[in-house]
């Protein structure tokens, strides 16, 4: 019998086991994680294979530190970017999270550096985003980069490893209601663990299984917008105005044909492509290294989707959409923004023929437009010559387009304000599964929020 139960080793779970180890120290703590711990995760793409093995479990996105491990570690140290926070709590008390939580990233061996502090530099990028019609979101970023964020994620394994009961390789299957109280949760390989609180924290990653298990215990949930768009790939050197003051610029375009909003996500200055894979499904993400620089650098455009009634499965929708690039090119598909406003796939040899080296060596050249809707497809490229405008070589014929980039953090699971399930005492939701984080210091927040409100029972 434990006091807490944590479903999920991501940056959500790991910080929820931190801040209760610290109020309760005398508290039975099991965390339990479907993948490995954090030195024997590994993506064999990065070892090495030309194509994604598709492996069962992710090694990109499972085991401890979840999607965070071989993430680029941008902490983004603001409620307005990351996540919904927000919407259950004041902006002062997310501040205040988010804040706690950048300190402990800092106690576990974070970088000290900050980016994008400089009101002054701010106002003017702010400025030059207004005239393209383009909104700027004053977000400071402290960038950990990928091998600093795996030493940062092994120091908190270590430092919890004897003060909770760390369970590798084995997966929550069904969760135990009684009375509408949770009271445990059955495992994959047949054991039970019987706790008087759950913290369900399994990512984008097990977003699918949450939405199932929920609806199986008529748990409600809410459509989120669905985002999907590519990733942008092109010469560092276009966006260094701007990513050497801010690191990363969040901007957020309306499009004129659809009005949807677009936005960057992710920025890589100097980064690389990367595939990830959920459930056998493999999509495009990208990070950067701290101290491994390319030549170029890469980030998302999304855009997002709000559906209405009787519309209720956004994440399918995602899935069928990267499915279909799968289908057309075994994986992920790539394509110069010059071939795709031609009307024409693009090939081998057209991308060789050009100025930017792809970082991402297993995508196949193809043709984004037999994949992406139209409506998508229109507000990325109005977005691109948006970009053009502050960066100018975003809308190069040379671009590369990569598809698909989906975010699978779509239902939204309905919360209290102390995020507990609508529903069921004593299960609590939190981070990017249950559709109310997108990253990294959000999703930790969620952790410590949650952590603090059953401490305090
Ligand atoms: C390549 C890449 C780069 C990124 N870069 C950044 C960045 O620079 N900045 C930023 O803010 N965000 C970034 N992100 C996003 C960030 O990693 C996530 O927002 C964050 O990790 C979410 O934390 P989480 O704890 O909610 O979920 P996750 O980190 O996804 O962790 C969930 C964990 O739960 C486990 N799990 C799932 N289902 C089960 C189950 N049934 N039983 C047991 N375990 C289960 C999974 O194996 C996983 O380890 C990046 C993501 C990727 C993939």
Known sequence: MYNVAIIGAGPAGIFSALEIVKLKPDWKVVLIEKGDKIEDRKCLLREGYSKCPTCKKCGLLCGWGGAGAFSDGKLTLTPDVGGHLIDYMSR????DLIDYADKLYLEFGATDEVFGTDQKTFDELERQASLAELKLVHSPVRHLGTERSLDVLKNMQDYLMDKITILNNVSAKNFIVECEQVKGIVLDNGDTIEAEYTIIAPGREGADWLTHEFAKNKIGMVNNAVDIGVRVELPAPVFEPITSKLYESKLIYYSPTFGDAVRTFCMNPNGEVVQENYNGIATVN?????????????????????????????????????????????GILVQRFGDLLDGRRSTPDRIKSS??????????????????????????IEMLYALDKIAPGTASRYTLLY????????????????????????????????????GLIQASASGVHVARVICSR
């Open 92 to 95: 002062k008390k997310v501040e």
């Open 286 to 330: 990208g990070h950067s290294y701290a101290n491994i620089k390319t030549r170029n650098t890469n980030f998302a455009l999304l855009v997002s989707e709000q559906f209405t009634e009787p519309f209720k499965e956004p994440i399918a929708y995602g899935q069928r959409i990267a499915s279909l690039a799968n289908m057309l090119g075994g």
């Open 403 to 438: 598809g698909i980039e989906v975010k699978f953090y779509s239902a939204r699971v309905k919360l209290t304000n102390d995020l507990e399930t609508e529903g069921v005492k004593n299960l609590f939701t939190i981070g990017d599964g249950a559709g109310v984080t997108r």
């Open 355 to 380: 100025i930017i080296e792809p970082t991402l060596k297993c995508a196949t050249p193809g043709d984004l437009s037999l994949v992406l809707p139209y409506r998508q497809l229109t507000s990325i």
